[in-house]
């Protein structure tokens, strides 16, 4: 077995530094000796002479007990000049925690470590209890903890350290930390009956909590990151607790220490996510601020426009899932300016407490609308003592504030359904349509059905159920009441409570909500089917088209061509009718869950398709040829056209193409089509209905005008180009050699007859036809990949891409590299946002124009940074 020392890296913050004691004089021999702390392990036992101290190795140590026993094995080396019982025990607490994470010793290097610490806790036993001051060990441990425990308590509130008195105040708590662990370990020892409860019991150290950036523990204030203006402001603006109810009624003695303590208490979170999301709103609240610090008279004081901005960005989809559900938000706030500010952190912290308990609820967002939106309602009714219309008493939590009551009451419901759900996966073997995902799950709260869970939640809903099938419940805590329009009144009594209980009922299992995957080759037509829709009408033109020999694009609104050019939409209606069957058969397995406004759009669609596929032949067949004509020669009416005709059939294809002309205005206008999908008005909500379902998600995402109009215009030149190509050197070339090949018949084969009751040569012109057909549908791509890179090109000239590409041309043009860094990687000044849209083509000149100084300032520290980092890398030298 190997015997080898890892070389640990420093995990704590250093603490091997060699000061005095708090209490002693400034210039004490002990702040004076340093010690070399790299002394190898020794083996030698001697006896015949006598032992002198010396400093333990404390940063070569196995890899795998490095971040556990380092910081006691230092502290025993900083105090063993005058503490030497007080080393020993530190020692000695730092093999039990190695002996406890390695019994066997299995782990590199951790044999020889425990040899050697071993032995030297055998020759420091008996040498340092004759220096013991104490009694006991513990008494012992006690007196040195106090010492440092007294001088952190009265430093701790001094603003006016200097430096070296910070890194002196810092170092002391580290040790206080350290003696305050050791020392719980001795007393456990002592007392049998406390060693047992050692681990049911939470301790918490008072001098070192920990912590990621800030640190908010006893005397964190020394750092120098708490003795920044921006985030003295936003401890400050948490910590103002004035106005909140009294700590009694949550059964905490003492005051309220901030806004999340008072979080903490009345909803009952984890005190870990407590302490992470505390530190998480105060940078978040210190970075704004210190952004907006230009438009502020005083930095010292949070103002209200960094809360209002983070408020925007976190409660975005909130406010826009209440209005999705046609739901009014639960974020109430005072008229008074001071409490407005409290309030708004308040719902900051428990929307942030909420996200931050339990990583798995991040992934269903409209669930986290749906608990944030019962415990902000709470929250203000604790905050205003608001009285329940149900119980007749103060509006208080559901689930009480007990400890870790969300995580036991809300979470762990949720979380064993997407448990069990899971489960069901049978590692992606089973069945698409067996089981749910997050997705599956997440999107039940799209719909106010979401309301029926109520709260406190009734576990008996059918959402909790993970059963295929069903299973019933006997007492259920209560039942679902189908929730469909309701008064205001019915509305927060819903929210407050939930619903009435039944006895016994049978949960059934929702399944999926909006989708079921259907595996088909069929699915490359269905998702796609506007493409091959108007690639199969546009054929059929062009061959139309063709068989007329048309000379130029007039002719065909000759009465003639144009009727049989229109013909294209009979094959139009029987494609819809293809399209409305294929929705359904893919949709099938979700008629369960699916909403019965859905089932009635896929079933009328069906209907309207029936119906023109049956009309509109009719009309073609019973009006062929039979026109309705008007004279547009006349001297008021001097037209090109001669004489406007038209037929039945032509008043019904103006009719069936009126259904798709909305949408076809709504794809030009998107910003009329945006506002149509996030309206709440009923014709609104109809007209987005037939074109498309009505989900939560990717609504309102439109292109903007001149994105749809640079869209448009490249595929009009593509597809343009396409047709001209087909119509010209593919279709038109083939109707002369069909026409031939029609005319001959087939009287009597030279070869074995396949066929032989065929008297035409269908066959002959089906082998034509179909090779030309194919590459009619793939020549697209062609197309495609040609403007592409036509278009790639101009953008690359006009944009100087790729226009440095050696060391010469980049030291030729190194001057200019200031101002291209200030214009594309500098990111703007904030501003209204309607503002930006409306200078965006100005910034690039507007930045041309800047402090040459301040541009190249801000270059200089990048460019600094990155020949460092070349160096680093070995890619340029050091000359």
Not at 36 to 59: A, C, K, M, Y
Not at 628 to 639: D, I, K, M, R
Not at 809 to 834: E, G, K, V, W, Y
């Amino acid at each position: 077995m190997s015997h080898e020392i890892v070389l640990a890296d420093p995990i704590h913050e250093e603490i091997n530094h060699y000061y005095s004691p708090p209490n002693a004089p400034p210039f004490s021999s002990y702040g004076t000796e340093s010690y070399n702390l790299t002394i190898p392990f020794t083996r030698s036992l001697t006896s015949g002479r006598q032992h002198v101290p010396e400093p333990f190795d404390s940063e070569r140590l196995p890899s795998t007990l490095a971040s556990d026993i380092q910081r006691f094995l230092r502290v025993a080396n900083l105090l063993e000049p005058n503490e030497p019982r007080i080393a020993y025990l530190c020692r000695f607490h730092a093999f039990e925690v190695a002996h406890n994470m390695d019994k066997n010793s299995s782990g590199r290097g951790v044999r020889q470590f425990k040899t050697s610490l071993l032995q030297r806790l055998e020759l420091d036993d008996e040498t340092t209890i004759e220096r013991r001051k104490e009694k006991s060990d513990t008494r012992e441990l006690r007196r040195v903890y106090d010492t440092y425990k007294d001088y952190v308590t009265r430093s701790s509130g001094e603003f006016d350290l200097d430096d070296s008195r910070k890194e002196k105040l810092i170092n002391a708590r580290s040790i206080a930390f350290v003696l305050e662990e050791v020392l719980r370990a001795v007393e456990s020892a002592a007392d049998p009956q406390a060693l047992a409860d050692r681990d049911s019991i939470q301790t918490k150290s008072q001098f070192y909590v920990p912590y990621n950036i800030l640190p908010l523990d006893h005397g964190g204030i020394q750092h120098a990151i708490l003795q920044l203006s921006e985030v003295k402001a936003a401890i400050a603006a948490v910590r103002n607790t004035r106005g909140l109810p009294s700590a009694q009624d949550f059964q905490k003695s003492g005051a309220f220490m901030d806004l999340f303590e008072f979080l903490h208490y009345c909803f009952g979170f984890q005190e870990g996510n407590v302490a992470n999301q505390r530190e998480h709103l105060l940078l978040l609240l210190a970075n704004i601020h210190i952004r907006q610090s230009h438009k502020l008279s005083s930095i010292s004081k949070l103002g209200d426009g960094a809360v209002d901005e983070l408020m925007k960005k976190f409660f975005k989809n909130y406010t826009n899932w209440c209005k999705f559900l046609g739901r009014k938000n639960n974020i109430r706030l005072p008229y008074v300016k001071q409490e407005a500010q409290q309030y708004k952190i308040l719902y900051l912290g428990l929307y942030l407490l909420i996200w931050g308990e339990a990583a798995n609820l991040r992934f269903l967002p409209e669930c986290l609308c749906y608990i944030f939106h019962h415990m902000a309602y709470e929250l203000h009714g604790i905050l205003t003592g608001a009285v329940s219309t149900k119980t007749g008493e103060n509006v208080m939590p559901a689930y009480g504030g007990g400890f870790e009551s969300f995580l036991n009451n809300v979470v762990t419901p949720i979380y064993q359904v997407i448990f069990e759900e899971a489960e069901k996966n049978k590692s992606g073997t089973a069945d698409h349509s067996t089981w749910r995902n997050y997705d599956d799950l997440n999107e039940y709260f799209w719909s106010p059905d979401c309301f029926q869970i109520g709260w406190p939640m009734r576990l008996d809903h059918d959402f909790f159920c993970v059963s295929p099938y069903y299973c019933k419940l006997k007492n259920a805590q209560g039942s679902p009441n189908v929730v469909n329009e309701k008064s205001e009144g019915e509305e927060k009594e819903d929210e407050e409570q939930g619903a009435t209980v039944e006895e016994n009922r049978e949960q059934n299992w929702l399944g999926k909500t909006n989708f079921v995957e259907i595996r088909s080759f069929w699915q490359i037509f269905r998702s796609f089917d506007r493409m091959w829709s108007f690639f199969i009408l546009s054929l059929q033109a062009m061959i139309i088209m063709a068989c007329h020999d048309l000379g130029s694009p007039l002719q065909m609104f000759d009465a003639l061509i144009f009727e049989d050019i229109l013909s294209i939409f009979i094959t139009s209606a029987i494609l819809k009718l293809m399209q409305a069957i294929f929705d359904i058969s893919f949709t099938w397995k979700a008629r369960c869950t699916m909403e019965s406004s859905q089932k009635k759009k896929y079933m009328l669609k069906l209907v309207v398709a029936v119906i023109w596929t049956i009309v509109l032949p009719v009309l073609y067949a019973n009006s062929r040829r039979n026109y309705t004509c008007y004279s547009t020669n006349s001297a008021q009416y001097n037209g090109w056209l001669g004489e406007l005709c038209f037929s039945s059939y032509m008043v019904g294809v103006t009719i069936y193409l009126m259904t798709n002309a909305v949408e076809l205005v709504l794809f030009f206008v998107p910003a009329v089509s945006k506002y149509i999908e996030t309206s709440n008005f009923r014709i609104c909500t109809m007209l987005s209905w037939w074109t498309q379902p009505r989900l939560y998600v990717g609504c309102g995402m439109q292109e903007t005008q001149v994105s749809q109009f640079k869209y448009t215009l490249f595929w009009i030149l593509v597809l343009l180009s396409k047709f001209s190509f087909s119509y010209i050197f593919e279709i038109k070339p083939l109707i002369a050699p069909t026409r031939l090949i029609m005319k001959i018949g087939v009287q009597n084969y030279d070869w074995h007859e396949l066929f032989p009751k065929v008297k035409s040569n269908a066959g002959a012109i089906v082998a034509v036809w179909a090779p030309i057909i194919v590459v009619y549908f793939m020549d697209t791509q062609i197309w495609y990949s040609v403007f592409c890179a036509i278009f790639g090109g101009l953008y690359g000239i006009l944009h100087h891409l790729g226009e440095i590409r050696t060391l010469g041309m980049l030291r030729s043009r190194f001057h200019t590299l200031p101002s291209a860094f200030n214009i594309c990687l500098i990111p703007p000044a904030p501003r209204n946002d309607q503002k930006k849209k409306r200078k965006r083509l100005f910034r690039r000149f507007r930045k041309e124009h800047e402090c040459e100084k301040e541009v190249e300032a801000k270059f200089v520290l990048v460019w600094n940074q990155i020949v460092n980092t070349f160096r680093s890398e070995d890619l340029i030298s050091n000359r």
